[in-house]
């Protein structure tokens, strides 16, 4: 059976995995984030550990800016220092393999897409609503990624003219629906804001009404213009949609095209914790496929 190496770059934490074309984790190793170049020593060692002589592609799920196309990292804001990075021809070089980079909302999509909340769909939304706000799109049957690999940067969309600072505008969506949003609220993180609404407290039940409330403003837009089957929505959504539900809903109904609402499914993310992991190992299987 084929075997992968995914690799999760992230600004805090890494993770390398080997799985199969099933999307099975067979094996991991777990770091801390450090500078570019122990990072990479160390991603290079673990991959190496995991190595079989069944591995036939490395996928790299990362956080944005990147060229995808030209397997580059891109200075993305929680990795300093990581400029003009060749992640794609380092990897192919060292273990001659076809290697592939994905930004980190397109590879989660995928893998809900192939594994998880999303399987079977031909057309999905992903939305990742965690620290930030951004979307992978599957759309008849394909990853859809623009012309310059940038599609799905809905956190960037205006809501309002001024407000929370998201995806550095003032008054955009991810400044309201994501976990940096919401703490500029005051009340603390997105997780905090959870336990004070499960054990009662109005305002963070307020809160968690307007959130609700703007991301169905965003919903009845992505609805009505890319009519998906399904919109799988990840994180912060998978813990806290029972404050959110009521008032997203109220406002699709009355935003959205009745039988384009119809058509469409809401749904938590399925993978939980192993979504990072499943997004990277998800990058190499479906960068063969997209070869094929």
Not at 43 to 62: D, E, F, K, N
Not at 66 to 80: Q, V
Not at 200 to 208: F, H, P, T, V
Not at 267 to 277: I, K, Q
Request: with cysteine; glycine share 14%.
């Amino acid at each position: 059976m084929k075997e992968y190496i995914g690799i999760d770059i992230g600004g805090t934490k890494c993770a390398v995995v080997r799985g199969d074309e099933q999307g099975t984790i067979l094996e991991k190793i777990r770091f801390p984030t450090q500078d570019k170049e122990r990072t990479l020593t160390q991603i290079l060692r673990a991959a190496r550990q995991l190595w079989t002589g069944q591995i036939t592609a490395i996928g790299v799920s990362c956080g944005g800016p990147l060229d995808c196309k030209n397997g580059l990292i891109l200075s993305p804001p929680n990795l300093p220092g990581w400029d003009q990075v060749p992640i794609t021809e380092l990897l192919s070089k060292h273990f001659h393999v076809p290697t592939y980079l994905e930004n980190d909302a397109n590879a989660c999509a995928v893998a809900e897409w192939k594994f998880g909340a999303g399987e079977g769909c031909e057309n999905m939304i992903f939305l990742t609503f965690g620290t930030g706000l951004g979307a992978g799109l599957i759309l008849n049957g394909r990853l859809y990624e623009g012309s310059c690999g940038m599609a799905g940067e809905v956190g960037h969309v205006r809501l309002f003219d001024q407000g929370h600072i998201g995806y550095g505008k003032a008054g955009s969506y991810e400044g309201y629906c994501s976990g940096g949003g919401i703490a500029q609220y005051g009340l603390g993180s997105a997780a905090r804001l959870a336990e004070l609404a499960a054990s009662g407290d109005k305002e963070a039940l307020r809160i968690w009404k307007s959130t609700g409330y703007y991301l169905g403003k965003l919903l009845s837009l992505l609805i009505d213009i890319l009519n998906p089957d399904k919109i799988v929505i990840g994180s912060i959504y998978v813990r806290a949609n029972r404050f959110m539900a009521d008032s997203m809903y109220e406002v699709l109904k009355a935003e959205t095209l009745t039988k384009n609402l119809d058509a469409c499914m809401i749904v938590p993310a399925s993978l939980g914790e192993s979504l990072g992991d499943m997004a990277a190992l998800s990058a190499a299987i479906n960068g063969r496929f997209e070869q094929a």
